[in-house]
């Protein structure tokens, strides 16, 4: 019975042992499923892991490679790394930003020059289960570069500093460099690969030791390894989400409007159960897209046999343009940002949209069943494409706007009216068909990403004694 349960469902190509790690893994996970929030629940701060110590704030020294050599003051993690330095010109929004998986293995640089004077928020969930400051359990970033960290902060929403997180998250962070000149460089030279250093001088023959995230598969390594499922109590809407490092408020976006979700490993063959759902969405992620061969085939193989609508963020922009035979390009320095101008070119209308990518597809090699959606009134480089006759489209800004403006959020909208409509004509062909997760599925999954661990340091925390060499 079971058994047929699970085909029915949508999960039959699941192998008994990742079945058993999803059994396993919901039995210690099930809790979210009774996440309350409860006015009178004093606020804690996010659990403690091993990794938790308190600030280092020895001197720190932020190298580019081939470039110049910033010297400043730690105040987080004591551990040495090295990332691709990326910069974003958001003035608020640390908390959202530092947890977005899409920014794995970078080196994050604000531009702002105070950074953490509202604190770092509680890990509080929402009323489906979902982090309702975060977007994802863990800082994602491996480095935090500012020009000046405020160490007291004020906000009702604030447990603790943003020293202390980044300490407990394991995280290097650097404060007392002059980040307009970082940020000058990278935007001459583009975006480069970066070390953060605590207690220890600048070493040229160190120089071969930098790490570049952009030769690895981040997905991999931000994507659930087992599906989990968020039920939503508002509508009767399925949808399959693939996990390439989805954000909170795209899960939350889409179960708020009414769809449930069961979210999938980024490889999974998700055309062999699309069937089963009312909607395909391609979430964001990190790095590059090319990496991801698996999706960039399965999404084919989905465009081919099933008329199922599909609505891609970001890195799924990226992959739904591979699938439909376009490339994409890496850009000099990326878009990061909560103002960036987006050109909706089927209406005329300018959205002001946030940001978050070092990627963009090339819309000159999009086929002739597609059309460019929206452009960049900034560098004119792609935003969005969509199909010219199906219910098919993607976007490379945010519309689920965490943190950054709501404009373009009426897209999530656009996307569930048209997989309302194809639910509604697949009931004419199939009246008993109905695609709602039923309580077996919501009991057995997960309710969170299954498998996903924090960042680990790039080299162990220091010992005292080399901070004081």
């Known amino acids: 019975m079971h058994t047929h349960m699970f085909q029915k469902l949508g999960i039959s190509t699941l192998a008994k042992p990742q079945l058993g790690r999803v059994l396993a893994s919901n039995r210690c996970l099930q809790t979210r499923s009774l996440a309350t929030v409860q006015s009178k629940t004093p606020r804690q701060a996010p659990k403690t892991g091993v990794r938790a110590a308190k600030p280092s704030y020895d001197r720190a020294t932020f190298t580019i490679r081939d470039g110049p050599i910033f010297s400043g003051k730690s105040f987080g993690s004591k551990s040495n790394i090295s990332g691709e330095a990326v910069f974003t010109t958001s003035l608020v929004g640390y908390p959202e930003s530092l947890t977005d998986p899409s ?48 160490e007291k902060y004020s906000h009702w929403t604030a447990v603790q500093s943003l020293s202390e997180w980044c300490a407990q998250e394991g995280v290097p962070a650097i404060s007392g460099v002059d980040t307009r000149a970082i940020v000058t460089f990278l935007r001459e030279k583009g975006s480069s690969l970066a070390r953060i250093t605590i207690g220890e001088e600048y070493d040229a023959d160190q120089d071969e030791a930098f790490v570049d995230p952009e030769q690895i598969n981040l997905v991999r390594k931000v994507s659930t390894k087992a599906p989990f499922h968020i039920n939503s109590s508002k509508g009767d809407l399925h949808v399959a989400v693939i996990d390439c490092g989805v954000k909170e408020n795209i899960l939350r976006s889409l179960v708020g409007r009414g769809a449930s979700v069961t979210a999938f490993p980024y490889d999974y063959p998700i055309h062999k159960v699309a069937h089963h759902f009312d909607g395909v969405f391609i979430s964001n992620g990190p790095g590059d897209p090319t990496h991801c061969q698996e999706t960039v085939y399965h999404l084919a193989k989905l465009m081919e046999s099933s008329q199922v609508p599909i609505m891609g963020i970001c890195l799924g922009h990226q992959l739904l343009a591979l699938a439909a035979g376009a490339r994409t390009i890496k850009l000099k320095y990326g878009n990061r940002a909560h103002n960036i101008p987006a050109l909706d070119l089927t209406t005329g209308r300018c959205h002001i949209t946030s940001q978050n990518h070092g990627y963009a597809v090339d819309a000159t090699t999009l086929s002739s069943d597609w059309k460019e959606y929206f452009v960049n009134l900034n560098d004119s480089s792609n935003e969005g494409m969509i199909h010219k006759s199906r219910p098919i489209f993607s976007t490379q800004f945010h519309p689920e706007a965490k943190g950054g403006p709501l404009d373009s959020s009426y897209l999530f909208d656009s996307y569930l009216d048209s997989v309302q409509k194809y639910k509604r004509s697949q009931a004419v062909f199939q009246p008993n068909k109905d695609n709602r997760p039923s309580p077996l599925l919501v009991d057995i999954l997960s309710k969170e990403r299954v498998g996903v661990a924090p960042i680990p340091p790039t080299s162990a925390p220091l010992p005292v004694a080399a901070s004081m060499a």
Do not use: W
């Not at 982090?131 to 359990?137: R, T």
């Open 103 to 150: 920014y794995r293995g970078q080196i994050l640089v604000f531009t702002q020059p105070l950074i953490g004077n509202y604190g770092v928020p509680s890990n509080a969930r929402d009323e489906n289960g979902l982090l309702k400051y975060f977007e994802s359990p863990n800082i994602q970033a491996v480095g935090v570069v500012v020009a000046d960290v405020a």
